[in-house]
């Protein structure tokens, strides 16, 4: 082949590329990234955790004592009812967008607060008695925090402390923590909250929002990019997701949910590169 013909051919190439990088990324955008099947999710979420679940078909998530979790009930539910009563279709819904914090979420658009209680019961234990079985220490910038050890969520947040342990500037938002294991309700609510199986982590209070406090006070939205992208960063990649990324927002709140961070990397095709 002659050289101008080459040049020819890598100029046809390019063009072609961009034009399809752009389509991805328009694509992506209109459809919210919801394009990954739920065989595929479910075929993620039995990855993740592998200590609890075995297998899953359309129908349901098999445990590894036999249990078998529904899918999807099929009703046809508001926001709010699958809030209150998600089944593990619900909880998979919502596409979690790792990437620069830059964007403000749209209506709802909460990727990870849609729970399915049944499996996080069958996870991590439905008491409280067994929860804090599962319970240990993990270091945190001067102090000491419990985690359960469960689908290594322990040994994750210990990962995440050590990417950040040489950034000074992320330790102020980091420390004191806010707390990790409670065994409570989510304000306002009769659902467990994450903190309650040992799952999560709020990080240091002082700079919090919180959209219930700002609803209340009239305070404006919290901006995702004002919180260090580094701390996210560090977080997502051991596979905890953010709620600062929520419209209704949690900013000091980091809940340990693999499967989501998965599932959020396939649609989006291996994740946006922070600029
Ligand atoms: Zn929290």
Redo the contacts with the bound molecule.
Sequence with gaps: MNRKRHLLLDRVRWSLTAFALSFTTSFAQASDRASVSLTAKLAILVDKYPESLVSATSTHVVTTDRSHLLVDDRLAKTYQEKLDAADIEDSLLQSYATGCPHRLPEKNDDPGRIRSQPLLDALYGNSRKTLEGTLVPVRWFGTTVRMTRLHGAAAALRRVRQRLEQDMHARAWLTPPA?TYNWRYIAGTKRR???SYGA???VHISKAQYWRWDRKTGRERFQPASFPAAIVSAFEAEGFIW?GRWFHY?S??F?FRPELIEIGLRATQGGKRCE
Aim: aromatic share 0%; net charge negative.
């Design positions: 707390g909250s994450m903190h999560a982590i709020d709620g949690d000091m709140h809940e």
